[in-house]
Structures are given as C-alpha cells and as structure tokens.
C-alpha cells in the first residue's frame, strides 16, 4: 500500500493508469479550508458524477458553495460533498495487483463466447 | 517535489518514456502520473494565468452592473460575471492538482508574479464596450479555448470544457446588445463603432506574440498543452470575425483588412506588439487600479473568511463533545 491514499485536488479516486506518482505536495491552505471533491447527479436515473473540487470551511458551505459554482445551469439534482482527505483512493503504482486480474479472464466478457448466427435474441 | 521515491522499481527514463508515449498516443496525463517538471511548471503558469484573467476580467463588466440600462441587461451581466468568476474556480481547481495553492497563486497574482491576459487593463468606458467585450473578447477566448478542451492534461481539458459550454451564452449575449444598438439611434450607433475602435486591435493581442516570438509555444505544443499556434488561432479569429461585422453594420478599424483569394483567408494590418508589452508588463491604463481591487477583495473580506473558519471549529468541536 502506498503511504499516499488521499485524492489530490480536483480528482476524487480516478483511476489513472500504470503511470508512478509523484509525491504530493501538502495541500496546505494558508487559510485552513479544507480541500472538498464535488459530486453531481446530473438528473434522476444516473449516478452522481466527480465534478471538481473546492475548498469550503465546513460541510454546509461545501454544498451551497459546490451549487453555486457547478450547476448554475441546471447541471445536478443531487450533490455530494466530500472532504478530499477522506477519500481513499487505488494509487496508480498498484496497478498489478488491482487490476491486472481482470485482463486475463475474457471469459468474463459476452464476446469469448461463439454462437451460431441464426440463433435468435442473443 | 516530484522525485520518485527509490522503491518503486522503474527509473526516471522509464517514467520518461511512458509519458512520452501516452503523449504520443493522444492520451490524457492526470494529476498522479509521472510528468517532467518542465511539463507541471507550464502547466501552472498557463493554468494561473488563465485563472487570474478569468477573475480580473469580473472587474471591466462588473464597473457596468450599477449603471446597466435594463433589468434584462443587468441580470444577463450578473449571470455573465458570476460566470467569469466560476471559471477562474474551476481553474484553480485545476491547478491545485498540479501541488499549487490555491491561496498562494492569489498571492502571486496581487504581488504582480503572475500575470493575466493584456485585454482587462483597458477601461470600459460605454455599456457598448460590454457588448464589444462579450462579442470580441470572448469571441477571441472562444477560439482560444476550444482546442484546449483537448489539453493533455486532463483536469485542464475538462475545466475548459465546462468553460466553453458557458462562454456561448457570453459571445451571444454581447452581439444581441449590439444589434440591439444598431438599430437605435444614430448615437447608438456611434457608440458601437467607437467600443469595436478601441477593442479591436488588442481583441488581436489577445493570441499573444506572433509565432516566431513566443518562447514557450514549440514545447507546450510538442506536451499537447496547446494544439495550435498564437497566430493560426488569431487568423481563425479574423476570419469568423469579419462577417459578424458586416452583418452588424460596424467597420474593423483596419484599413489593410481585405480578403486574400488566393487563401481565402483575411489578411490584416500589422499589431503594435510595444502597446502589447507596455500593457502586459504592467502600464496598461487600468493594470493598477484593477491589482489594487483584487488586493482589497482580499484583504476587506479576510475577516469572513476567518469568521467562517472559526464557527466550523466551534460547531466540529460542539459535535465531538456532544
């Protein structure tokens, strides 16, 4: 496990390929409000969507601040706020172990198997 | 800072390589990847940069929100600098996940270590320099912007997509008060020429240098951080500019403008890059007084901020106590 787990800036747990982390630098805000990633459901039917980040004195502020400055157009029925530092993120140098597994198993995916093209609604 | 740690088991030319190579493939770098500091320095000049222009650029509308003719004008122009303000957040944002800080770029910003675009040290001295400014400068951003939705760096391409969606309703808003004008009074119709006289000419600057004088944009090309070059946008620009002129009824005051047959594209007069220089480092007409009202936004509203702190320190240490 990496000592890094937080999410930086802006990007929640996007997963970011094979690539090595830098080190972060200490999101240190002279004025001591706290980093929060910002989530939108952009209408009823789909999930909430990572948006962008800001910085915010509590978790009320957050929400009112995160309406205000990404659905001024209607863009969300729902928000998430959540401090960044809560956020556990996989680190890009542990792509191996996460998610190599997957690449061997085509079996998992519809295409692997071969059936007859005249056999109906497959 | 970005010194890979000794356990990991690729060295840096392997690191180099990959990024190299997503590059190459059109792919996206995001914030924790491996990336040359040349590539994070860049980046947060350019990303600030654009920040800060987008914050200034409240002030030149903003002097007309008390004054607006209208209701509808001013509600557009509220909706119009709320959004300005909106796009200099999601590019902080951006730029934080490179490591910098939020409040320290603002610092930079205020003590002049960073600059902002030359075009918002020029006064607005008629509300037809609001419709100008909607129509050509951020027609001009518009076309900036758009082939950065394509940035390599992904939290940057994602901002200004946001960004461009929003930037429609500015261009659109800005020539719909102009036609509006033009079909008033002959002193309306003055009043337009004269905004396109003087926002024209630095509307062009806005591209930056010519090409064969911009330091940084071979390389921030070759890293996909720009897409095409300060004077291949400018030239789109003239050439989209041109029939929304005609079709307005105003004269660009370029005497050399014509239509090239041969290329189809515009061919215009040449820019006074010492004006450009003069403005950007600093002695434009309004650089002072628009770094003077970003120091009081901040130094007048501290106490908010610092009483906003202190009721959530109070209220988390209510809620661990109860």
């Given at each position: 496990?990496?000592t890094?787990v937080?999410a930086?800036?802006?990007?929640?747990?996007?997963p970011t390929?094979?690539?090595?982390?830098?080190?972060?630098?200490?999101?240190?805000s002279r004025?001591d409000w706290?980093?929060y990633?910002?989530?939108v459901?952009g209408?009823r039917?789909i999930?909430?969507v990572?948006v962008?980040?800001?910085?915010?004195?509590?978790?009320?502020?957050?929400?009112?601040a995160?309406r205000d400055l990404?659905t001024r157009r209607n863009?969300?029925v729902?928000i998430w706020?959540v401090?960044a530092a809560?956020?556990?993120?996989s680190?890009p140098d542990e792509?191996d172990?996460m998610?190599?597994?997957?690449?061997d198993k085509?079996?998992r995916?519809?295409?692997?198997?071969?059936i007859p093209?005249n056999?109906?609604?497959? | 800072?970005?010194?890979?740690t000794v356990?990991?088991?690729l060295?840096?030319?392997?690191?180099?390589?990959?990024?190299d190579?997503?590059?190459?493939?059109?792919?996206?770098?995001e914030?924790?990847?491996?990336m040359p500091?040349?590539y994070?320095?860049t980046l947060?000049r350019?990303i600030?940069?654009?920040?800060?222009?987008?914050?200034?650029?409240?002030?030149?509308?903003g002097?007309?929100?008390l004054a607006?003719?209208s209701l509808r004008?001013k509600?557009?122009?509220?909706?119009k600098v709320q959004?300005e303000?909106?796009?200099?957040?999601y590019?902080y944002s951006a730029?934080?996940?490179l490591?910098a800080d939020?409040a320290?770029l603002t610092?930079?910003?205020?003590?002049?270590?960073q600059?902002y675009s030359?075009?918002?040290?020029?006064?607005?001295l008629t509300?037809a320099d609001v419709?100008v400014?909607?129509?050509?400068v951020?027609g001009a951003a518009i076309?900036?912007q758009?082939p950065?939705c394509r940035?390599?760096y992904?939290?940057?391409?994602?901002?200004?997509?946001?960004?461009c969606?929003e930037?429609?309703?500015?261009?659109?808003?800005?020539?719909?008060?102009l036609?509006t004008?033009?079909?008033g009074t002959?002193?309306?119709?003055?009043?337009?020429?004269?905004?396109?006289?003087?926002?024209?000419?630095p509307?062009?600057?806005?591209?930056?240098?010519?090409?064969d004088?911009?330091p940084?944009s071979?390389?921030?090309?070759?890293w996909?951080i720009?897409?095409?070059?300060?004077?291949?946008l400018?030239q789109?620009f003239v050439?989209?500019?041109v029939?929304?002129?005609?079709?307005l009824?105003?004269?660009?005051?370029d005497p050399?403008?014509?239509l090239?047959?041969?290329t189809?594209?515009?061919?215009?007069?040449?820019i006074?890059?010492?004006?450009?220089?003069r403005v950007?480092?600093?002695?434009?007409?309004?650089?002072?007084?628009?770094?003077?009202?970003r120091?009081?936004?901040r130094?007048?509203?501290a106490?908010?901020?610092?009483?906003?702190?202190a009721y959530a320190?109070?209220?988390?240490a209510?809620?661990h106590?109860?």
């Open positions: 496990m990496s890094d937080t930086e800036g802006g990007h929640g747990a996007v390929g094979p690539e090595v982390p830098v080190e972060a630098t200490p999101a240190a004025r706290p980093l990633e910002v989530f459901r209408k039917g999930n909430h990572h962008g980040s800001l910085h915010a004195a509590d978790d009320e502020m957050a929400v009112h995160a990404y863009e969300g729902s706020v401090q809560d956020i556990t993120a680190s792509k172990p998610f190599a597994p997957s690449g085509v079996y995916h519809p295409t692997f198997y071969e093209e056999v109906p609604h497959m | 800072m970005s010194t890979p356990e990991h088991s060295d840096e030319a392997a690191f180099h390589e990959h990024f190579a997503t590059i190459a493939a059109d792919r996206r770098i914030p924790r990847d491996w500091e040349g994070r320095r947060i350019q600030a940069q654009h920040a800060h222009s987008e914050i200034i650029g409240m002030q030149p509308e002097d007309w929100l607006a003719p004008r509600a557009i122009l509220l909706a959004d303000a909106g796009h200099g957040m590019l730029a934080e996940t490591g939020r320290d610092d930079k910003l205020i003590e002049r270590k600059k030359s075009i918002f040290n020029y006064a607005t509300y419709g400014i909607g129509w050509l951020d076309c900036n758009v950065l940035s390599s992904g939290p940057y391409a994602r901002a200004m997509i946001r960004i969606k930037e429609s309703f500015h261009q659109r808003q800005g020539y719909e008060l036609m004008m033009m079909r002959p002193a309306q119709r003055a009043m337009v020429q004269d905004a396109v006289d003087r926002w024209w000419w509307s062009l600057m806005m591209f930056g240098p010519p090409d004088d911009s940084n071979a390389q921030s090309m070759a996909g720009k897409r095409h070059s300060n004077d291949e400018r789109r050439d989209m500019t029939p929304q002129a005609e079709f009824g105003v004269t660009l005051p050399e403008l014509r090239d047959p041969e189809g594209h515009h061919r215009f007069g040449a006074d890059w010492d004006e450009f220089k950007i480092s600093g002695d434009g007409p309004a650089n002072a007084e628009r770094i003077a009202r120091r009081a936004a130094d007048d509203n106490w908010v901020t610092e009483a906003a702190t320190t109070k209220h988390a209510r809620k106590s109860a």
